[in-house]
């Protein structure tokens, strides 16, 4: 079992930034992928950015340029700092993590962007 612990949403108004944690714990693999995905109301739980053991990462269109992922390997921790935020990036955003075949998620942070 993986746990993932949350942290870092909150309210902010457009053009500004936040940092979501996620820490990891429990039985953990070394190649692993970690990273983010979020949902709006109404809408599907849509993939923001991942990335792999090794720092290889991918992005969804609407955030490239402007939101950066990145890992503590030997924290087990990964980060998402969302630079530049649009009121349509709210969304309650979920850390993933998956390995050996098996998916987990975390409990959700909620972002909220106001104009």
Same mark, same amino acid.
């Given at each position: 079992?993986?746990?993932?612990?949350?942290?870092? /949403?909150?309210?902010?108004q457009?053009?500004g930034?936040?940092?979501?944690?996620?820490?990891a714990?429990?039985?953990?693999?070394?190649?692993?992928?970690?990273?983010?995905?979020?949902?709006?109301?109404?809408?599907q739980?849509?993939?923001?950015?991942?990335?792999?053991?090794?720092?290889?990462?991918?992005?969804?269109?609407?955030?490239?340029?402007?939101f950066?992922?990145?890992?503590d390997?030997a924290?087990?921790?990964?980060?998402?700092?969302?630079?530049?935020l649009k009121?349509?990036?709210?969304?309650?955003?979920?850390?993933?993590?998956?390995?050996?075949?098996?998916?987990?998620? /975390?409990?959700?942070t909620?972002?909220?962007?106001?104009?």
């Amino acid at each position: 079992q993986v746990q993932l612990v949350e942290s870092g /949403g909150g309210l902010v108004q457009a053009g500004g930034s936040l940092r979501l944690s996620c820490a990891a714990s429990g039985s953990i693999f070394r190649a692993n992928t970690m990273g983010w995905y979020r949902q709006a109301p109404g809408k599907q739980r849509e993939l923001v950015a991942i990335i792999i053991t090794g720092r290889i990462t991918n992005y969804a269109d609407s955030v490239k340029g402007r939101f950066t992922i990145s890992r503590d390997n030997a924290r087990n921790t990964v980060y998402l700092q969302m630079n530049t935020l649009k009121p349509e990036d709210t969304a309650v955003y979920y850390c993933y993590y998956r390995a050996v075949g098996l998916d987990y998620w /975390g409990q959700g942070t909620q972002v909220t962007v106001s104009s």
